[in-house]
């Protein structure tokens, strides 16, 4: 038999790491979770093998990842492998969120609402914490060639502010005092230019000098969203008015010129077949088509003269979209009210799931 002896300074610092390792794993005398534990409890996330629920946004970050934002079960992050569930138990500030961002220095922002106080929380993911970040309301100069847009908000490095419009919109609404100049979507266009769209007071350009409110009543819709595509042209799409395209002056309803308006909506605020009238969000595909989400009547794509509606027909589970994303790949996704997400391969609508 062949022994085998341990010198004595082999023996002590065997029993360090015994007790360490018994320490970290709580089975030691002291249990108590550990910091370390905690980060990476808080890095893992929950793994899930499906994005559930009502889907408000999606984006696809610079490391190919893609965020989901959901009306309250969290977030939801796709590496192409794995979907990892985010939600208020590894920090997100709350788990009803309307949208997310990847910021210039690789960080992950999301606009959240504290259903409680009806308040807005902005939160940033730093790829290992999640962060809510106090924000000032005072700032009234805003330098977009240096901050950065979130939201409704300036980030200028390290300090985030409100945006305060001016409250000179041509758009009255005595109905909505409280809300009417919340800022519902934004875009920094390629010229440099800021636009804001608002729940009720229409929509505002910001210069760099000065803001510019536009007079077309039919902006006084709420705004849910403004893109620019590829050949520079800006769209909005707001609840109930449609889709409109910028003509350098002013906004052109497209809807209306395609007889897709909704001319009883004013009367009847609900969605009716056929009408392409409660715009939730607008995207490009690398082809050039335009693909529009409406709350109501399922997914509209625009190409040149050809107009397409998808709906139930097509394998979507409902007609009520909240949001169309294209991918860097080219894959169109949809996130619904409800049913969760899915995507579209050519002909129809499938569950997105593992």
């Known amino acids: 038999m062949v022994k085998f002896m341990m010198k004595p300074l082999q023996v002590l610092i065997t029993f360090y790491v015994l007790i360490i ?14 910091g370390v534990e905690e980060t990476t409890r808080q890095l893992v996330g929950d793994t899930v093998y499906q ?10 970050d610079s490391k190919n990842n893609l965020w989901f934002a959901s009306n309250g079960n969290g977030v939801f992050k796709y590496d192409g492998k794995t979907i990892t569930n985010y939600t208020e138990k590894h920090g997100l500030s709350s788990n009803y969120v309307w949208m997310a961002k990847e910021g210039k220095d690789g960080r992950i922002w999301f606009k959240t609402n504290i ?30 060639t240096k901050g950065e847009l979130i939201f409704g908000y300036y980030f200028d490095g390290k300090l985030l502010s409100k945006i305060q419009l001016p409250h ?3 758009i009255q609404n005595d109905d909505n005092i ?58 909005t799409g707001n609840n109930g008015d449609g889709l409109f395209r910028y003509e350098g002056e002013n906004f052109i309803n497209f809807s209306r010129e395609k007889n897709l308006h909704n001319p009883d909506f004013d009367k009847y605020p609900i969605g009716k077949p056929g009408f392409m009238s409660r715009i939730w969000k607008i995207t490009e595909d690398k082809h050039g088509n335009l693909w529009v989400a409406t709350i109501d009547n399922g997914v509209w794509m625009i190409r040149k003269n050809a107009i397409t509606n998808y709906t139930t027909k097509d394998g979507l589970p409902m007609d009520n979209i909240w949001t169309v994303y294209i991918d860097k ?26």
Do not use: M
């Not at 390792?21 to 550990?34: A, I, V």
């Not at 505002?204 to 590829?230: H, V």
């Not at 790949?329 to 391969?345: C, M, R, S």
């Open 51 to 60: 994005v559930i629920g009502e889907i408000r946004g999606i984006i696809q």
């Open 21 to 34: 390792f018994t320490s970290c794993n709580g089975q030691g005398q002291n249990s108590t979770t550990t």
């Open 168 to 170: 000179t919109s041509p």
């Open 178 to 235: 409280r809300h009417h100049y919340d800022i519902f979507t934004t875009l920094k266009d390629k010229s440099g230019n800021v636009w804001f769209g608002t729940c009720t007071a229409g929509i505002c350009k910001y210069d760099g000098e000065k803001f510019t409110w536009f007079d077309n009543k039919e902006l006084g819709s709420a705004t849910r969203d403004i893109y620019e595509d590829s050949h520079g042209i800006l769209w």
């Open 329 to 354: 790949q080219g894959k169109l996704w949809v996130g619904t009210e409800g049913a969760g997400v899915y995507i579209f391969n050519g002909k129809k609508f499938t569950e997105f799931k593992l």
């Open 115 to 144: 259903r409680a106080n009806d308040v807005d929380a902005i939160c940033s993911f730093d790829g290992l914490h999640f962060n809510t970040i106090q924000y000032d309301t005072n700032s009234i100069h805003y330098d977009f």
